[in-house]
């Protein structure tokens, strides 16, 4: 199972549609916050995927909630933007509150920045700023899971 995980798009429609363009392999979409708007404005290229979608700290008036735990081919996946963990000042609190949720790998956004790797049974992913052109891919297979950071431009 391939899903597409993207944060940050910050109005930016034209890149959200890139993306999802060239993942035509992708059955599901997690968007970490920050753009709920561009993800409805969207809907046309996303009808063929699960989206999935959490409360950004600039996703004002929105009734996304600030947290999710999905299930994706047997493992869980804890998606949060990362502003209520406090992730610009580490991802401690992200682990943690992953870890509660006995969950198989931690998606976040809020900081910009591309994050990958794992730790003590937990996989630790942030596809960056779509908006800057970053986003990623979480592949989840029997031999097992594959994060991988992906450039638009």
């Not at 949060?80 to 401690?92: N, P, T």
């Not at 942030?126 to 990623?136: A, E, F, I, Q, T």
């Amino acid at each position: 199972m391939r899903i597409l995980v993207v944060s940050d798009t910050h109005g930016d429609i034209f890149s959200l549609r890139l993306a999802i363009e060239r993942q035509p392999a992708a059955s599901m979409l997690l968007h970490l916050g920050d753009g709920e708007d561009d993800l409805n404005a969207c809907s046309s290229y996303t009808s063929a995927l699960k989206c999935v979608q959490v409360r950004g700290n600039c996703d004002f008036g929105s009734q996304a909630p600030p947290m999710q735990v999905v299930f994706a081919a047997g493992k869980r996946i804890f998606c949060s933007h990362g502003y209520a963990e406090r992730v610009k000042y580490g991802d401690y609190e992200l682990k943690e509150a992953a870890r509660r949720q006995n969950a198989d790998i931690a998606l976040y956004g809020h900081t910009h920045s591309p994050v990958n790797y794992y730790e003590d049974g937990l996989y630790v992913f942030n596809p960056g700023s779509l908006h800057s052109g970053d986003y990623g891919v979480v592949d989840i297979t029997k031999a097992g899971i594959v994060c991988i950071n992906l450039k638009l431009f």
